[in-house]
């Protein structure tokens, strides 16, 4: 339960992270846990991120999970690139979808309890 929590912090730490980085100003985060999946909220207000950053992002974000992956590498994730970061968070997720909505980038990260 205790890596659950830490693996959960870290994926929402690499998103903030990220969407600073990307020139964000302003940021909403809502967590569900339920007693099968964590679900994470991201709302990034007038976001600076282009279409083609978003499709790339998505990429990345829905490659298949992978538990070895996961389970070997988690507690590097804030010490790599971006870009093995985002490889990590999405060997971690389940799903997800990202979708602009008058020019704000609405995500939604699912992780099923195994």
């Known amino acids: 339960m205790h890596n ?5 912090t870290k994926i929402i730490d ?4 990220l969407l600073m980085k990307k020139g964000t100003t302003e940021i909403d985060i ?3 846990k339920d007693d099968d999946c964590t679900t994470i909220y991201i709302t990034d207000y ?4 282009n279409e083609e950053e978003i499709n790339t992002l998505s990429e ?5 999970r992978q538990t ?5 590498y988690w507690g590097l994730m804030g010490e790599t690139s971006d870009e093995d970061e985002l490889f990590l968070v999405g060997s971690m997720l389940d799903s997800a979808t990202l979708e602009i909505k008058n020019g704000n980038l609405y995500i939604e990260l699912i992780r099923k309890l195994k």
Do not use: G
């Not at 990345?60 to 298949?64: E, T, V």
């Open 4 to 8: 659950e929590i830490q693996k959960t």
């Open 46 to 49: 007038n976001t600076s991120m």
């Open 14 to 17: 690499e998103f903030t992270s």
């Open 30 to 32: 809502k967590l569900r």
């Open 68 to 72: 070895e992956i996961e389970e070997y």
């Open 60 to 64: 990345f974000l829905n490659f298949q």
